[in-house]
């Protein structure tokens, strides 16, 4: 791996790389393989920020000292419990019947760690994601797609055919599962900027008209309104 490759990408997730794009930092993926198990009384922050955490360490073996590692985790939270990934597509028809016409949040945790220093910086967004009254017959044909099968809370956002949700107020992104916003305010504080719009290629990629972005890039607390954002 190149010493030349600023950011190391600790996810072979596809929608995550598509997002982190956005920036136009050179980057690579490198694949961490992590126990997600959740602790006995761990909290979805703790949970999905540990984790995170997990899968940048787990890089670190092969990075290079001029680079960064760059980890998320995504986890789908309603009613007390954490969906992660269906087992199988009966487990991803049942986690969307409970999911709809609900509304439920997604928690990203984001883990980023300067190779050369040591130095680890984490951040949590928190979405409030409502679900629109699909229909039996809809839940069937989608996971009969296969999509749902790789997605915490069976659902990708961005389906064109399955379109779950109903309405959106927060990160788009970080419901896909790495919220840009984020990672460049976390970026920051290592004294690393994008090299390109990110909240305009972000929202034009995704044809999503954030209003949560400029919020976030100030550094909005958690809980707020605008963005539900941790730092």
Known sequence: MSEDTLILLASNSPRRRELIALGNWSFRVSVSDVDESQHVGESSERYVLRLAEAKARASLAGAGSA??????????IFDGSIYGKPRDAADAVQILKKLRAHTHQVYTGLAVIKVGTGQ???DLCVTDVPMRNYTDAEIDAYVGTGDPLDKAGAYAIQHLQFQPVAGMSGCFASVMGLPMCHLV?????MDISPNADVPGNCQASLH???PVSASILRGAPFGSLLGRSHN
């Not at 680079?67 to 789908?76: P, R, Y």
């Not at 305010?185 to 504080?189: C, P, Q, S, Y």
């Open 67 to 76: 680079q960064v590692i760059v980890a998320a985790d995504t986890a789908v």
């Open 185 to 189: 305010r976390v970026l920051a504080r």
């Open 208 to 210: 999503y008209q954030c």
């Open 120 to 122: 680890l910086l984490t």
